[in-house]
């Protein structure tokens, strides 16, 4: 965890029976009512997590969120920079993250200070940055991405300025590719992605010679060079939901499948395991911290906390302002007409 934000652990674990009895969905529906709190999760929370939410999203969607709530309280679920992104963008609200330590291994890779250096030693570049850093990588960059707006974003920046994107270079070489501009990559990496395995891709598109490939841009080159559909995870969903197959092979974290199950019921869905042919390596070991019951002592104990210092906020604002800015036309949320009722939970909060 860098210094640029101040994290406040849970005062207590308040009741006794708190690992017996409890009814954790009621519990926090009333501290949501009490606190005037909206839920957020990540398309790769828990699914009981996910179900109780207020809204599920993808990274950019969850930052257009937490910018316009109206809410007093934001609990994120998800991991510890998208609590910093929502408190950037809405400082006046109180913001909680069930566990401080849900870190990012993208954030992990890129410490402020060195990227300072990286800066410092190209002058002349963009610092187009993806939206998994710290809140002090962010203030040090010029503009922000996520997977859903990285490509649009990149085709409007001045075409004879060289990019620097930090951190995930998986993502950074596919965006080169697409856009055909000149880039110097961050070595950082996705645990989830980087360990996916072609070899295991293969023998699954053997065994179901059907399937559709949906693959996040995170995935090495290897493995997207097998995808019918490379996206965002909220582009992913809308894939699955809009493609006439039947059966899908899902390269990225597998709890999206919740989701994808709720919206197309009738189709299959099949996690790309990693190189030992076991589904672990597809589950984030950072989101996975986040628990009900953590989510009910955040509220209770209104703990643990996001707090930034303002200037840190303040200039990490900037990038991300343009990052809305320059994003604006593209759509907001889920929009596919083939959406269920239950799957189209966009407007709550
Ligand atoms: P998106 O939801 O923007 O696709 O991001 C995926 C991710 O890895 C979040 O940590
Ligand atoms: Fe970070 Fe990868 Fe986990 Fe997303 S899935 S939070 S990029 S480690």
Redesign the pocket.
Known sequence: MTNTVVLTAPDSIAEADFRTTLDFRARIDRLRRERNAVILAHY?QAGEIQDLADFVGDSLDLSRKAAATNADVIVFCG?RFMGEVAKILAPSRTVLIPDAEAG???EESCRPEVFRHFRQRHPDHIAVTYI?CSAAVKALSDVIVTSSNAEAIIRQLPEDKPILFAPDRYLGAYLQKKTGRAMTLWPGT????EQFSERELIKLKARHPGALVAAHP?CPASILSHADHIGSTRAMLEFVIEAKGKEFIIAT?QHIIHQMNKAAPDKIFIPLPGADGGCNCSR?P??ARNTLEKVYLSLLNNAPRIELPEPIRLAALKPLEKMLEMSASLPLALTSPLLSPSAAQTDAC
């Open positions: 790769y991991v990012c291994s993208l998994n996705c645990i989830v992605h995170e974290e984030c950072f989101m």
